[in-house]
């Protein structure tokens, strides 16, 4: 098994909801529980969690191994590091009889407690080692489908503005195409929040055949997205219920783009700071506070 990454308070959630479409049924159930019972957890033995899971002792010691952690023990001890430390699960509290307030407090509260938890699963050597890749890029190609295509298109101009040349066509087909022109100085960064997304696995698989340098931006750390890509950054997930994600994935990808965007600007110092100043030569005044 590989060293875990550095383990940041508040990550242990995240970790397993990130890791939890890889993991057999049975396995599920285990992490499951403890995503939804995560207090309880810590005073449980393993006996207790494979009876509120309804599977057995040992496939419960092989879920948390295969979530990361060495055992039972280890995934206690993390959990009671982040119960200590005040670290609430993601749960927001709003309904359909709620009035709009409360629905945009419950948003608003969804939304910061993912995103603060969502760098505490990207790993800091594959993130340094995407950072200089980015800075010393010719192209960018980025390329998202579905609710990553927001995610994708901001970064696009993001680094456009920093300097970089970029490409961010929104067509699936168009992806492909140009993922098929890149070359072996050229990076292509591929958004998908399920790591899944055929359309996205593709222009990726493209990419990486031209000889581009694939960086992989998830939620998940087993996915056909990142079996294609050379570097993979998987940030803290959204909790496991549809009409409560509130677009929380996109967000913490954006939030790990802009981050590498800053970077990159950092690194190529004149020369970013000569785009914007031409940026702002030629937009209108009154344009300008948009």
Do not use: Y
Not at 106 to 122: P, Q
Not at 139 to 164: D, E, I, K, Y
Not at 170 to 182: C, E, G, K, T
């Amino acid at each position: 098994m590989d060293d875990l990454p550095e383990q940041q308070t508040g990550s242990t959630l995240a970790r397993i909801r990130a890791a939890l479409p890889s993991l057999l049924p049975s396995e599920q159930r285990v992490a499951e529980v403890v995503l939804a019972r995560p207090t309880e957890v810590i005073d449980w033995s393993v006996a207790d969690l494979a009876a509120a899971a309804s599977t057995s002792s040992a496939t419960t010691v092989r879920a948390c191994q295969h979530l990361g952690f060495r055992g039972f023990q280890q995934l206690r001890l993390l959990l009671a590091k982040d119960v200590g430390a005040g670290v609430q699960p993601v749960n927001p509290d709003f309904g359909p009889g709620d009035p709009p307030e409360a629905v945009a407090a419950g948003v608003f509260a969804t939304v910061s407690a993912v995103i603060a938890e969502g760098m505490s699963t990207v790993e800091p050597r594959a993130l340094r080692a995407a950072a200089d890749v980015l800075a010393g890029a010719r192209m960018l190609l980025f390329v998202g489908n579905g609710g990553s295509s927001f995610p994708a298109q901001a970064a696009a101009l993001r680094f456009t503005t920093a300097g970089c040349a970029v490409q961010a066509p929104q067509d699936s087909i168009l992806q492909q195409v140009s993922a098929r022109m890149l070359g072996g100085e050229d990076v292509c960064v591929a958004v998908s929040s399920s790591g899944s997304n055929e359309l996205t696995v593709r222009a990726a698989e493209a990419a990486r055949k031209a000889g581009a340098t694939v960086i992989a931006v998830t939620g998940f750390a087993r996915a056909p997205l990142s079996a294609v890509a050379d570097l993979t950054l998987v940030t803290g997930t959204a909790p496991p219920v549809a009409e409560r994600d509130v677009m929380a994935g996109p967000m913490t990808q954006l939030a790990l783009l802009v981050a590498l965007q800053l970077t990159t600007s950092f690194r190529r110092g004149d020369r970013a700071a000569e785009v914007m100043e031409e940026v702002w030569r030629v937009m209108a005044p009154d344009t300008r506070g948009d």
